[in-house]
Nanobody, 123 residues
């Protein structure tokens, strides 16, 4: 069982940066794929980034490549998403999620979800 709590969302102007953090409980955090997904108003949930438990493999969605960076620290059960060069189309609720699988190619691959953090990018 893994419980996830996000923090760090907010309002930023176009071109700005935000950092999302996710604190996880559970002794087996280091064995899970950790990812970030987002859901914009009126749209489906899309994968943004994911990290293999060892950080040896990383996935980024096409729309965020080169701008977002996912990292994890298994020693303190945290995963972060550094978001740079933000655009209005990045506005969404961002969810931290955990999966027992790699590659976790769909949002359905994730069995544990945080409560979500709102990110709003103004133009």
């Amino acid at each position: 069982q893994v419980q996830l709590v996000e923090s760090g969302g907010g309002l930023v102007q176009t071109g700005g940066s935000l950092r999302l953090s996710c604190a996880a409980s559970g002794r087996t955090f280091s064995t899970y794929t950790m990812g970030w997904s987002r859901q914009a108003p009126g749209k489906g949930c899309d994968r943004v980034a994911a990290s293999h438990w060892s950080s040896s493999s990383i996935y980024y969605g096409e729309s965020v490549k080169g701008r977002f960076t996912i990292s994890r620290d298994n020693a303190v059960n945290t995963v972060t998403l550094q978001m740079n060069s933000l655009k209005p189309e990045d506005t969404a609720v961002y969810y931290c999620a955990a999966s027992r699988f790699w590659p976790a190619t769909t949002v359905r691959s994730y069995g544990y979800w945080g409560q979500g953090a709102q990110v709003t990018v103004s133009s």
